[in-house]
Every structure is written in C-alpha cells, then in structure tokens.
C-alpha cells in the first residue's frame, strides 16, 4: 500500500483544494502501486482521477502496431484485447476459483517470490467442452493484473508453406516475450496434436517438436494460457510443459445459480434465482448456452412489452435453443 506519508500530502492537498498537488502526488501514488505489481490497483486508482486507466489504451494502440505478420499473407498473428470483465463476472469450481486466486496472488507479490528465488506460475493449460468459460477465464485473468489480453490467431499462424508454421510460432514468443501480457493459445490442439498419430503427415510432427521447445526455453514476461476442446489428442509430452491444468465442465446447480445471479443483474423479474426449479432449466447447459438463453428471453420480454423477466421467458428462449441444438447435431 501507498506510503504515509503520500497519504498524508495526499490528503492535505484535497482539504486544501490544491488540485495541481493533489493530481501530482496521485500520480506518484500510482506509479509506486504499479512499480509493487499492484496493477489492479493501479489501475482502478487510474480511472477514478482521469475517467479511465490512462495506460491501458496507449499501450493496447502501441501493442496492434507492432504485431508480427504472416509473410504468406500479411495477416497479424495476435489479436489485442483489452479485457474488461472482472472476477466477479466468472463463475467457476471451487477448484479452479482456488487455483485462479492462488495465481493471482503469486503475481501481485512477485517480488517476494522472486527474493527466495521462486517465481509465479506463467503457464497454464485450460481444457473442457466449449461455453464453459476458458477463453473467459483468460480475459478475467488480464484484467485482474492489469495486463492486455493477447488471443493468437490460429488461422494466420498456420501457414500453407513448408516451415513457415514453425517459423510464425518463433514470432510470437519473440514478440510475448518482450511486453507482460496475458497470451491465450485457443484451439492448442491444432498446434500440439498427438506426434504418434500415423494419420498426421511429418510437418506437423515438426510442429509439435518446435512449440514444445518454444514452451521449453520460454523465460518472457507474459503469462501463457493454451486452451483446448480436445485435450484426448494432445501430445503426451504437452502436459508436463505447463505448471497448472485447469479442468472447466459444464456448471452444477450451485454454479448455475450463481451465473443466473450474474447475467440477470440489474433486470426485474417475477422469479426467485434461489428457486432450485429456476436454475434445474438450465441443467446440462454451458455458460455459453445459459448467456445465449437469458439474451434471448431479456429481448423477449422487452420487444413483448413486459417489464419483469417471467418463467415464461425462459422456458420459451430454452425450447428455442433446444431446437437451435438439434439442427447442430444434425449438421
């Protein structure tokens, strides 16, 4: 926390009304927070004196500039993301929710770890169906540290030419290497798939041998979360390479309850969440699925002309994703 005596000036200053001092001395405060690694503090501090975090969009702007290109096409093999959702706008197990505090925690006290010698995780491997939160998860994890979300680009990485796959992965943690951010490999599978697979031709077993030396030797400063639907045909050799493995499943009652909590904020409506009945709809459902039913039902009610949610709404948007699921599996 800040020192007494910045707290002393600072205080001094705003019962004088001296806002020069007072916007000075608040800068200081700040950037000693962000020197501790207490970016989410920092951050919030920012965006109460100026409206916003000043340091967040200079450097999401200065960041998409200096991405590294596919040569075969031009394309950009990060996307930038400022994150924006928080810890409270994930429900995870208790499981996860423990490892994800632990982490955070390790990070926002760095220093100490770094003083005995020890440093906090910086690789982590999400896996579980899709809609259950991963690629969530990774934006809540940048935002509590303050730090931009990277989202490698799976597509521009892959490249039709001999080599050059292998080659735009050497780009990438040259790049994440240099700036501290959250990078998120989605759809790792296709870049770490099973070497024993006779199906699989010899460039992508070069692949697979390049990203594991690549995670090897990885000593930058940005955290590394790969993420897959499919972790049965990941390589063997993968798994040892990361430092946790978070398992995300579909969402239990108690998990639904509070999501329901979460997604239905701030709008009225005729039922209770805490009705065992209520969140028992939405049995079997992903988080994606939950998010894409509650959508629908708010706009039922709102183009209906209704001003509280009713069970009605839900049930009607439930038969529609029922249906919406059907012609999936058919497809």
Known sequence: MASAKLLRQLIKTGSERNHEAFKRISEQLIREERAKNHHLLANDLEKILY??????????????????????RNLPLLQIKEPVRRLEDVVLSDENASLLEELLQEHHRSEILKSYGLYPIDKLLFCGPPGCGK?????????????????????????????ETAANLRQVFDFISTVPMVVLFDEFDSLAKERADEAEH??????????????????GKSILVAATNHEAILDSAVWRRFDEVLVFESPNLEQLRRLLSIKLRGLRREFKIEDSRIAGLFKGMSHADVERVLRRAAKDMVLSGKEFLSERHLQTAICREDTRRARTQRG
Request: proline share 4%; hydrophobic share 45%.
């Open 51 to 72: 409206g916003r975090s000043r340091s967040a969009m200079p450097l999401h702007s200065e960041l998409s500039e200096r991405l590294p290109k596919d040569k075969e």
């Open 135 to 163: 690629t969530l998860t990774a934006e809540v994890l940048a935002s509590e540290l303050g730090l931009p979300l990277a989202i490698v680009r799976v597509d521009s990485v892959i490249s039709s030419f001999l080599g």
């Open 202 to 219: 010899g460039e992508l077993k070069r692949v697979v041998n390049a990203f594991l030396q690549m995670l090897d030797a990885y000593e």
